[in-house]
């Protein structure tokens, strides 16, 4: 906070008298018409503003310096563009309708911002309207839907990112600018973060530690928040969707504002009773009940902005345990009383708790940006078995996040130096422990670069990491022990604009991951788990080397991305099962560790064969296994299957006067086969293929060019399918003694309703 606070001082002493102003028109390609409503942000500034009824903007207060501004409009292609401010103050747009085409789009690079193109590593980008479309139970749910991208679920509630087969720690997500950091490593641990404050995603395909160091070997999810609304308003939002199978329903309340100061608040709540599906009725123990309050409060200056976050999240989520009826092979209620249509918590049960606050600045300093993040988060998990009023297990796990760098550009080349890192200390404070209290310090310097040339855009860096783990002791349970790891990891990438539609890329990577302290000394189990678990204390880190190759191609009647990637990892960390050897009445899994390979594609492509209709199919597939091993344990566990997705789409009304963006699709989710399993002593078992059949329908209501309501219906699972995903942790309850059949199945048919009011002051 002083090293900001100097920062600021010395930014507005030298930016006093040095702001800019840009004005412009915004108008239609088509017929020369102004456009109103047209939203214009600056991404590196957390400001923007908005043309008026005469397609005319102005904003003052700029920094005069290269910035990249954003120009949005409904049912058009987005437009993205650099602008020097020491030369520029005035700027127009013409803006087209939206196509086939892949949109430009600004994503998180190596050296700050980016644009989409010239990414030299496969960027999925999850818009708002594409997460609207989807029906969901939690983000991580909702952003399963992209090629390249698995979630391992334990029912509704709690859902893990795996991205081209890797998953726990090996994927880091970023929300509010920082790390998220919430007991990530465990199976029954999800992402604890508001769906309805994320307004779009970006996923990162491929070791991202330049940026954010271990744990970021897969890649990232960067969740991204609303972005600043104009100066001179007040914008609210109220949004609500209810689900048939489950009874789900949320609301989310949002008041937004720009004045002197910018400011934002949020209410989010949202609850389910047990899911059913055809084989199991309904699932006791799956209901769940989650509650998030956040607010932001904002500078936005000429010296650059500040920004502070805050927000809780509350998590109540069952617990599923599986058991069975011997005479009915129904599964057991939790305690005579219970209801299966229950919002309220029901033992077995959790209780889930996050708060963050995040301290966010941009300060312009000569030619350059520094950027200065601090964090705090403290993540309490709870587990009541016996009573709702005492719980079991009771771990607390308290984090410090920060990161400090300068981006400068300089000759044509864009450079970014800085160092970030993290303190972490978890506290066991109920009577079962599964693993040591903790202290863990973690430290980082990277530098990396990007240039953008007539046909090649190039980029790269390295980064130095070194983390420190020490382990406290517990009377017959856990040792003490400290270890220290640390690891070189660097990036080297290029794309080739071969054309003005056709671009291919290229990347080679090392990326880096220290074992988590569940890998290096668990010794317990707990409720909602079904096995006993054991570390190993002599784990090395993960060490690894990816190749990508890629292309994307767009045209006014097709859009398509390609992507290959092999990746070779020594150490690699997972679990199996030991043979016969059951601790505390459970099976005894032990980790251990063997290099591997992987390789795999993800290949989309939309056919655009006439004006409203679209053909959309994506396909993403990976083969993962230890090297050098026999077949019962040649393959990884948790190794998502090939997967095809296909949807038609028709686009009624694209831009109408009353109605905008008013569709009707109808989809098909097809999941192969997965017999690539780990065999050895049935740590894992196969899982059978599975297509489900799906719809939807949507559109957007207008009133004087602005939005005024978003509704969509969404229908999954029609045929009422009954299956199991290979990554549920459900597939391998309690074997049901009247069918045979093992585990509990996946929710069963589903109609979704979706209701997103914006409001402008």
Same mark, same amino acid.
């Given at each position: 906070?002083?090293?900001?606070?100097?920062?600021?001082?010395?930014?507005?002493?030298?930016?006093?008298?040095?702001?800019?102003?840009?004005?412009?028109?915004?108008?239609?390609?088509?017929?020369?018409? /102004?456009?109103?409503?047209?939203?214009?942000?600056?991404?590196?500034?957390?400001?923007?503003?908005?043309?008026?009824?005469?397609?005319?903007?102005?904003?003052?207060?700029?920094?005069?310096?290269?910035?990249?501004?954003?120009?949005?409009?409904?049912?058009?292609?987005?437009?993205?563009?650099? !602008?020097?401010?020491?030369?520029?103050?005035?700027?127009?747009?013409?803006?087209?309708?939206?196509? /086939?085409?892949?949109?430009?789009?600004?994503?998180?690079?190596?050296?700050?911002?980016?644009?989409?193109?010239?990414?030299?590593?496969?960027?999925?980008?999850?818009?708002?309207?594409?997460?609207?479309?989807?029906?969901?139970?939690?983000?991580?749910?909702?952003?399963?839907?992209?090629?390249?991208?698995?979630?391992?679920?334990?029912?509704?509630?709690?859902?893990?990112?795996? !991205?081209?087969? $890797?998953?726990?720690?090996?994927?880091?997500?970023?929300?509010?600018?920082?790390?998220?950091?919430?007991?990530?490593?465990?199976?029954?641990h999800g992402i604890e973060v508001d769906a309805d404050r994320v307004q779009s995603a970006e996923v990162l395909n491929g070791p991202a530690s330049l940026m954010y160091g271990s744990?970021?070997?897969?890649?990232?999810?960067?969740?991204?928040?609303?972005?600043?609304?104009?100066?001179?308003?007040?914008?609210?939002?109220?949004?609500?969707?209810?689900?048939?199978?489950?009874?789900?329903?949320?609301?989310?309340?949002?008041?937004?504002?720009?004045?002197?100061?910018?400011?934002?608040?949020?209410?989010?709540?949202?609850?389910?009773?047990?899911?059913?599906?055809?084989?199991?009725?309904?699932?006791?123990?799956?209901?769940?009940?989650?509650?998030?309050? #956040?607010?932001?409060?904002?500078?936005?200056?000429?010296?650059?902005?500040?920004?502070?976050?805050?927000?809780?999240?509350?998590?109540?989520?069952? =617990?599923?345990?599986?058991?069975?009826?011997?005479?009915?092979?129904?599964?057991?209620?939790?305690?005579?009383?219970?209801?299966?249509?229950?919002?309220?918590?029901?033992?077995?049960?959790?209780?889930?708790?996050?708060?963050?606050?995040?301290?966010?600045n941009s300060i312009f300093l000569g030619e350059g940006r520094l950027k200065l993040i601090v964090g705090y988060q403290h993540n309490q998990r709870q587990e009541f078995e016996e009573?709702?009023?005492?719980?079991?297990?009771?771990?607390?796990?308290?984090?410090?996040?920060?990161?400090?760098?300068?981006?400068? +550009? $300089?000759?044509?080349?864009?450079?970014?130096?800085?160092?970030?890192?993290?303190?972490?200390?978890?506290?066991?404070? +109920?009577?079962?422990?599964? =693993?040591?209290?903790?202290?863990?310090?973690?430290?980082?310097?990277?530098?990396?670069?990007?240039?953008?040339?007539?046909?090649?855009?190039?980029?790269?860096?390295?980064?130095?990491?070194?983390?420190? !783990?020490?382990?406290?002791?517990?009377?017959?349970?856990?040792?003490?022990? #400290?270890?220290?790891?640390?690891?070189?990891?660097?990036?080297?990438?290029?794309?080739?604009?071969?054309?003005?539609?056709?671009?291919?890329?290229?990347?080679?990577?090392?990326?880096?991951?220290?074992?988590?302290?569940?890998?290096?000394?668990?010794?317990?189990?707990?409720? +909602?788990?079904?096995?006993?678990?054991?570390?190993?204390?002599?784990?090395?880190?993960?060490?690894?080397?990816?190749?990508?190759?890629?292309?994307?191609?767009?045209?006014?009647?097709?859009?398509?991305?390609?992507?290959?990637?092999?990746?070779?990892?020594?150490?690699?960390?997972? !679990?199996?099962?030991?043979? +016969?050897?059951?601790?505390?009445?459970?099976?005894?899994?032990?980790?251990?560790?063997?290099?591997?390979?992987?390789?795999?594609?993800?290949?989309?492509?939309?056919?655009?064969?006439?004006?409203?209709?679209?053909?959309?199919?994506?396909?993403?597939?990976?083969?993962?296994?230890?090297?050098?091993?026999?077949?019962?344990?040649?393959?990884?566990?948790?190794?998502?299957?090939? %997967?095809?997705?296909?949807?038609?789409?028709?686009?009624?009304?694209?831009?109408?006067?009353?109605?905008?963006?008013?569709?009707?699709?109808?989809?098909?989710?097809?999941?192969?086969?997965?017999?690539?399993?780990?065999?050895?002593?049935?740590?894992?078992?196969?899982?059978?293929?599975?297509?489900?059949?799906?719809?939807?329908?949507?559109?957007?209501?207008?009133?004087?060019?602005?939005?005024?309501?978003?509704?969509?219906?969404?229908?999954?699972?029609?045929?009422?399918?009954?299956?199991?995903?290979? $990554?549920?942790?459900?597939?391998?309850?309690?074997?049901?003694?009247?069918?045979?059949?093992?585990?509990?199945?996946?929710?069963? %048919?589903?109609?979704?309703?979706? $209701?997103?009011?914006?409001?402008?002051?």
């Amino acid at each position: 906070m002083l090293l900001t606070a100097l920062c600021l001082s010395m930014a507005t002493a030298v930016a006093s008298a040095l702001t800019a102003t840009l004005t412009g028109i915004v108008t239609h390609n088509g017929d020369g018409l /102004a456009l109103p409503g047209v939203t214009l942000f600056f991404p590196d500034l957390n400001t923007g503003t908005v043309t008026g009824d005469d397609g005319h903007y102005s904003i003052d207060g700029l920094p005069l310096a290269s910035v990249t501004v954003q120009v949005s409009y409904i049912g058009h292609q987005t437009i993205v563009k650099d !602008i020097d401010l020491r030369h520029t103050t005035h700027m127009d747009f013409v803006m087209k309708e939206s196509n /086939a085409m892949i949109n430009e789009v600004v994503v998180t690079a190596f050296t700050g911002t980016s644009q989409l193109k010239n990414s030299p590593t496969p960027v999925n980008v999850v818009s708002h309207h594409d997460l609207h479309a989807v029906a969901s139970t939690n983000i991580i749910d909702a952003l399963a839907q992209q090629p390249g991208i698995s979630q391992l679920t334990t029912g509704g509630a709690i859902s893990k990112p795996v !991205i081209r087969g $890797l998953g726990y720690n090996r994927v880091a997500v970023v929300s509010d600018g920082i790390r998220q950091e919430g007991q990530q490593w465990g199976d029954e641990h999800g992402i604890e973060v508001d769906a309805d404050r994320v307004q779009s995603a970006e996923v990162l395909n491929g070791p991202a530690s330049l940026m954010y160091g271990s744990d970021a070997m897969a890649g990232v999810l960067v969740l991204n928040n609303m972005p600043a609304i104009a100066k001179g308003r007040i914008e609210a939002n109220v949004n609500t969707q209810y689900q048939t199978n489950n009874g789900l329903w949320d609301y989310s309340l949002n008041v937004a504002g720009n004045k002197q100061v910018l400011w934002d608040l949020r209410w989010s709540q949202r609850m389910a009773h047990a899911y059913k599906n055809r084989y199991d009725g309904y699932v006791t123990g799956s209901q769940f009940h989650q509650r998030a309050l #956040s607010g932001l409060l904002g500078l936005s200056r000429k010296w650059g902005n500040s920004t502070l976050m805050v927000n809780h999240f509350h998590l109540t989520p069952g =617990i599923v345990e599986g058991e069975r009826d011997s005479e009915t092979g129904r599964l057991e209620v939790p305690s005579d009383d219970y209801n299966v249509k229950t919002y309220h918590k029901a033992l077995p049960f959790q209780q889930v708790r996050h708060t963050k606050a995040v301290l966010d600045n941009s300060i312009f300093l000569g030619e350059g940006r520094l950027k200065l993040i601090v964090g705090y988060q403290h993540n309490q998990r709870q587990e009541f078995e016996e009573s709702p009023d005492e719980p079991a297990l009771d771990f607390r796990l308290h984090t410090v996040n920060y990161d400090a760098r300068y981006i400068i +550009g $300089l000759g044509g080349w864009k450079l970014a130096a800085g160092a970030n890192g993290m303190w972490q200390q978890s506290l066991n404070r +109920g009577e079962e422990v599964l =693993i040591p209290e903790y202290k863990l310090l973690d430290i980082g310097v990277f530098a990396t670069t990007s240039r953008d040339l007539d046909r090649w855009t190039l980029s790269g860096g390295l980064r130095f990491d070194n983390r420190h !783990i020490h382990s406290l002791a517990l009377e017959d349970v856990f040792t003490d022990f #400290s270890r220290n790891f640390s690891g070189v990891t660097g990036s080297v990438g290029a794309v080739y604009h071969a054309t003005d539609r056709l671009n291919v890329r290229l990347n080679a990577s090392r990326g880096f991951r220290t074992p988590n302290m569940s890998e290096l000394a668990s010794n317990g189990v707990h409720e +909602g788990s079904i096995r006993y678990e054991l570390g190993d204390q002599d784990l090395k880190s993960e060490f690894s080397w990816q190749f990508d190759l890629g292309a994307d191609f767009s045209s006014a009647v097709i859009s398509a991305q390609a992507s290959l990637f092999l990746n070779r990892i020594d150490n690699y960390i997972y !679990i199996k099962r030991l043979a +016969g050897v059951e601790t505390e009445g459970y099976q005894t899994y032990q980790y251990t560790s063997g290099d591997a390979r992987l390789w795999g594609a993800e290949l989309s492509v939309d056919v655009h064969p006439v004006e409203p209709l679209h053909f959309e199919n994506s396909l993403g597939f990976v083969d993962a296994r230890l090297m050098n091993q026999p077949r019962e344990r040649r393959y990884l566990p948790c190794t998502p299957p090939l %997967r095809w997705k296909s949807e038609l789409r028709y686009d009624i009304i694209r831009d109408g006067r009353v109605l905008t963006n008013t569709y009707v699709a109808v989809n098909i989710d097809c999941n192969a086969k997965q017999s690539h399993y780990l065999m050895e002593d049935d740590s894992e078992t196969a899982t059978p293929a599975y297509c489900l059949l799906g719809a939807s329908v949507g559109t957007q209501f207008k009133h004087r060019g602005k939005v005024v309501a978003n509704v969509s219906v969404i229908a999954d699972n029609l045929l009422d399918k009954a299956y199991q995903s290979h $990554l549920s942790r459900l597939k391998y309850a309690d074997v049901n003694p009247v069918t045979g059949r093992m585990g509990v199945f996946n929710m069963g %048919r589903n109609f979704t309703v979706k $209701l997103d009011i914006p409001l402008t002051f």
